[in-house]
Nanobody, 113 residues
Framework: QVQLVESGGGLVQPGGSLRLSCAAT????????IGWFRQAPGKEREGIAC????????YYAESVKGRFTAFRDNDKNTLYLQMNNLRPEDTAVYYC??????WGQGTQVTVSS
C-alpha cells in the first residue's frame, strides 16, 4: 500500500520560491496519475498540477501557469513542485495524490511579508 509524505513547505516572502517534495513508499509513482492540490482556508481543495502515468504534466491551473513546475524523479520515487514568484494567494496546505485515492498529510505554505 502506497504512502505519500509531503515536505518542503514553510514561510516565504512574496516573490520567493519553494520546492515541495512528495515521497512515495510502499509502491511506485510511475504508472499512475499523480498530482498536486492545495486548500486555502475557507476554500475547497483545488487541483493545480496533474501528471500522467508516463510522467507528462497534462494540466496546470491557470493561477500557477508559468510559475509552478511539477516533475518526478523515478529513482527517488518522488514528485516535486517547484514554486517560483510566490504570491500571498498561494498560501494554502499543499497535498500530493496518486490517482486521487491516496493522499499525503499535506504541507503548509505561507506567503507573507
Amino acid at each position: 500500500q502506497v504512502q505519500l509524505v509531503e515536505s518542503g513547505g514553510g514561510l516565504v516572502q512574496p516573490g520567493g520560491s519553494l520546492r515541495l517534495s512528495c515521497a512515495a513508499t510502499g509502491d511506485t509513482l510511475p504508472g499512475y496519475q499523480i498530482g498536486w492540490f492545495r486548500q486555502a482556508p475557507g476554500k475547497e481543495r483545488e487541483g493545480i498540477a496533474c501528471m500522467s502515468p508516463n510522467g507528462v504534466v497534462t494540466y496546470y491551473a491557470e493561477s500557477v501557469k508559468g510559475r509552478f513546475t511539477a516533475f518526478r524523479d523515478n529513482d527517488k520515487n518522488t514528485l516535486y513542485l517547484q514554486m517560483n514568484n510566490l504570491r500571498p494567494e498561494d498560501t494554502a496546505v499543499y497535498y500530493c495524490s496518486r490517482d486521487s485515492t491516496t493522499w499525503g498529510q499535506g504541507t503548509q505554505v505561507t506567503v507573507s511579508s
